[in-house]
C-alpha cells in the first residue's frame, strides 16, 4: 500500500505516543518541522529518525523551509545563521558571476547542516517576483524584482542543494510577489493582467519547470480564475502550471492550515485534490486536523503516485565538497554572516 498523498506536522521535538500511532496507522508521505520541532543537532537526528523507522520508508520526505534571513527554522547556536535571498540578489546586480557562485555555496553548506539532521527536503528557492505595493510576506525572502535574475540565482541555489543531498522545493507557483496581503492571514487577490503574469509572475517557473517539487500560492489570480485560489483552481494548476508553464514534476499545496482558505479540511482538501494538487501539506501538529487530513486525502495514486516516487528518485548521495575553501571563498564575498 502506498503512503498517504499528505506531509504533516507534529507538534513538539519529539513525537509523542499519539503522533507516533497516527504515523504508524496513516503512513504520511512526508513531515514538516518548524522551529518549535527544532533543539539541538541530536534531538533533530532523533525526530528525523523516529519517524522514518515508524513510517519503515528510510526515504521518507523530511521537509523544512531553510531559507535564510527571517525564514530560518534551524539556526545559532548550533547552525550558521544565512542570508536572505535579496542579499545575494544585491550582489547579483554589481557582480553577477560572484553572486552565483556564492548562492551556490551558501546552499552546498546549508544543505549539508540540513543533511547531517536527516532532512532531506528544503522548501527552496522561492521564486516569487516582488512588485511596487506587494506586501512583504515574500518581501527580501525574493531574490530580486527581476524574473530573469530570479530564475538564474534560484538556479544556482538548487545546484547546491541537490550536491548536498537534499531535494528544493519551488514556491509559490505560479506565483506570490504580486500579492497585497499576507496568505498566512488573509486570501490574497491579484488582478493583473494574463499577459504581465506570464512574462514576470510565471516566468521563473517557467524557467525551473524541470524540478522536481513545486508548491502552491494560495493567491486568487483574477485573470486565471476569479472564484478560487490557485491552490484550489483546475484551471491554475491545470491550465497554468501544467500546461503554460510545463511543470510536470510533484505539486503539494502550501499550508492547509493557513486563513487564506476557507471551509472545512475535508472542503479544502477535496477542492485541491479536484484542483490537480498530488500531495497536500498540514503544518500545525494539530491531532484533531490531522487526522481529518489523512482521512481525506486518501492514499498516493496513479500520477501523484509516479511523481512522487520521481521526485525522491532524483535525489543523490551529497558529492565531495571542501568545506574549508568554500567558507574562505564566502567570506570573500560581500555577503552577510554565515
Known sequence: MSAGAFICGCAGTQLNNEERAFVKEADPWGLIVFGRNVDGPEQIRALTESFRSITGRSDAPVLIDQEGGRVQRMGPPHWRKYPPARRIGELYEHDPTRAIVAVRLITRLLAEELFDAGINVDCLPVLDVPQPGSHDVIGDRAYSNDPASVAILARAAVSGLMEGGVLPVIKHIPGHGRAAADSHLELPVVDTALDTLRTVDFAPFAALADLPMAMTAHVVYTAIDRDQPATLSQTAVGQV???????????????????????????????????????????????????????????????????????????????EFDRAAAMAALRRFDVESV
Open 241 to 319: 502550471m501544467r500546461q503554460t508553464l510545463g511543470y510536470d514534476g510533484l505539486i503539494m499545496t502550501d499550508d492547509l492550515s493557513m486563513k487564506a482558505l476557507e471551509g472545512s479540511m475535508n472542503d479544502k482538501i477535496g477542492r485541491a485534490r479536484a484542483a490537480g494538487c498530488d500531495i497536500m501539506l498540514h503544518c500545525n501538529g494539530n491531532m484533531a486536523e490531522m487526522h481529518e487530513v489523512a482521512a481525506a486525502s486518501g492514499s498516493l495514486s496513479g500520477a501523484a503516485l509516479d511523481r512522487a516516487g520521481l521526485a525522491l528518485a532524483s535525489a543523490r548521495a551529497p558529492r
